[in-house]
T-cell receptor
Framework: KQEVTQIPAALSVPEGENLVLNCSFT??????LQWFRQDPGKGLTSLLL?????REQTSGRLNASLDKSSGRSTLYIAASQPGDSATYLC????????????FGKGTRLSVIA | SQTIHQWPATLVQPVGSPLSLECTVE??????LYWYRQAAGRGLQLLFY??????ISSEVPQNLSASRPQDRQFILSSKKLLLSDSGFYLC?????????????FGSGTRLTVV
């Protein structure tokens, strides 16, 4: 059974710092991996999706990498801003893609001005 | 473009009362549909998913049920709510197949059972 772990559970950084959020998964036979952002009391907003054949994806100040063989993904946020404060969730989709997403518990990020 | 609607946004219900949460998707056909619950301090828990009309898979045995009466409509129900049913309920959809496509989530329903 796939398990997804995110470390750290919470992170506080000063504005302007570059930071890395970690995600690990136990079964490397994934279909794709998706990073989401969740603001308090809100739904999930998709940030980046990495297909199993890809190594990384970039969107603005965000860069997500995938190392399937080691069961790891990282989300890199450059030049952090207070508006980046949110919970970041990693989720993997298995096999042929018909099985549902499995989520980590998230990393709660606070960027201090 | 595709959109997902979920309502109501907030709901306070007494223990033992029924529940009906609705989710609809626009701009796509034959989506996979999902219900997740997020309890305080816990991760996202998959409750039900559906790959077609009338096809429902349950992940967690409980007093909740789901139905898909139309292609783009997904309903979460309960006959009698428990205190433990409180949480944030999220509906999501995805296309099938397509590794380049991910999940899109609705804005969620905050359910408080009192």
């Amino acid at each position: 059974k796939q398990e997804v772990t995110q470390i750290p559970a919470a992170l506080s950084v000063p504005e302007g710092e570059n930071l890395v959020l970690n995600c690990s998964f136990t079964d490397s036979a994934i279909y794709n991996l998706q990073w989401f952002r969740q603001d308090p009391g809100k739904g999930l907003t998709s940030l980046l999706l990495i297909q199993s054949s890809q190594r990384e994806q970039t969107s603005g100040r965000l860069n997500a990498s995938l190392d399937k063989s080691s069961g790891r993904s990282t989300l890199y946020i450059a030049a952090s801003q207070p508006g980046d404060s949110a919970t970041y969730l990693c989720a993997v989709r298995q096999g042929t893609g018909n099985t549902p997403l499995v989520f980590g518990k998230g990393t709660r990020l606070s960027v201090i001005a | 473009s595709q959109t997902i609607h979920q309502w109501p946004a907030t709901l306070v219900q007494p223990v033992g009362s029924p529940l009906s949460l609705e989710c609809t998707v626009e701009g796509t056909s034959n989506p996979n549909l999902y219900w997740y619950r997020q309890a305080a301090g816990r991760g996202l828990q998959l409750l039900f998913y559906s790959v077609g009309i009338g096809q429902i898979s349950s992940e967690v045995p409980q007093n909740l049920s789901a139905s898909r009466p139309q292609d783009r409509q997904f309903i979460l129900s309960s006959k009698k709510l428990l205190l433990s049913d409180s949480g944030f309920y999220l509906c999501a959809w995805s296309v099938r197949p397509g590794p380049a496509y991910g999940y899109t989530f609705g804005s969620g329903t905050r359910l408080t059972v009192v």
